[in-house]
């Protein structure tokens, strides 16, 4: 069944013809924040754990393959928080750029997935 359309459907809509390699899938009123095959909560590394430390791990392993050294945990939490940050602060910046809506997420109704096929800054919900 298809969403309804929001005051920041068109927002979203533009920031994926402006970005296409980033997916932002609007989620209904109701609609569960997707988890596992890819996807994290912003609520599950807030927390710290077991799925802070499988995302973090993605970035060790990059750094490895890229560089052929490890970093130092520094590092590999900087790349961990931009790689998450970024696209999701785009979730509040372009609504209140374009309409001057700013959503309210908290962090347990946000979702990310870097992993996704075809979409090299991953996606959110």
């Known amino acids: 069944m298809p ?3 929001t005051a920041l459907t068109d927002a979203y809509a533009r920031l994926s013809e ?5 997916g932002v899938t609007e989620l209904d009123a109701g609609g569960e924040v997707p988890r596992g095959g890819g996807w994290v909560g912003g609520d599950a590394l807030a927390a710290g754990g077991a799925e802070l430390a499988d995302f973090l791990a993605w ?3 990059q750094v490895l393959r890229d560089y052929g050294q490890r970093a130092r945990p520094d590092v590999i939490a900087s790349f961990g ?3 998450y940050a970024w696209p999701a602060c785009l ?3 372009v609504p209140w750029f374009l ?3 700013v959503p309210r997420y908290p962090a347990a109704h946000v979702a990310y997935d870097r992993t996704a096929d075809g ?3 991953g996606r959110m919900a």
Do not use: K, S
């Open 3 to 5: 969403v309804a359309r």
């Open 18 to 22: 402006a970005l296409p390699g980033l």
């Open 59 to 61: 970035d060790e392993a």
């Open 81 to 83: 928080l931009h790689r």
């Open 91 to 93: 979730l509040i910046t």
């Open 99 to 101: 309409h001057r809506r």
């Open 119 to 121: 979409l090299p800054l």
